[in-house]
């Protein structure tokens, strides 16, 4: 799959909060570090596609991700939940 697709799949999920979460690599003073945060919560998937289009046009270096999240679920006990993986290279 495309990142696009990925993107569609998370807008178009039947769970009805949609997280965005946004990755990307920060310079410390002698290091790097990959960091990984939700950048906005909604309810409403007009507003997190256009939230995502939004971000991805004024952040083209970060990677933007949003999941279709249930609500009072543990998402450690799903078989994918929120999450972005950031590896070695990405810190070189």
Same mark, same amino acid.
């Given at each position: 799959?495309?990142?696009?697709?990925?993107?569609? #799949?998370?807008?178009?999920?039947?769970?009805?909060?949609?997280? =965005?979460?946004?990755? !990307?690599? #920060?310079?410390? *003073?002698?290091?790097? $570090?990959?960091? %990984? &945060? %939700?950048?906005? $919560?909604?309810?409403?998937? !007009?507003? $997190? *596609? #256009?939230?995502? !289009? +939004?971000?991805? $046009?004024?952040?083209?270096?970060?990677?933007?991700?949003?999941? &279709? %999240?249930?609500?009072? %679920?543990?998402?450690? *006990?799903?078989?994918?939940?929120? &999450? =972005?993986?950031? &590896?070695? +290279? +990405?810190? #070189?």
């Amino acid at each position: 799959m495309e990142y696009k697709d990925y993107i569609k #799949q998370g807008l178009n999920g039947s769970a009805p909060l949609k997280l =965005i979460l946004c990755g !990307n690599i #920060q310079d410390m *003073e002698n290091d790097k $570090a990959g960091v %990984v &945060s %939700v950048v906005y $919560a909604t309810n409403d998937k !007009n507003l $997190a *596609e #256009q939230k995502m !289009n +939004d971000l991805i $046009a004024g952040n083209p270096d970060n990677y933007y991700m949003v999941y &279709s %999240v249930p609500l009072n %679920v543990d998402l450690t *006990e799903l078989s994918h939940y929120p &999450s =972005i993986a950031i &590896s070695k +290279d +990405d810190l #070189q």
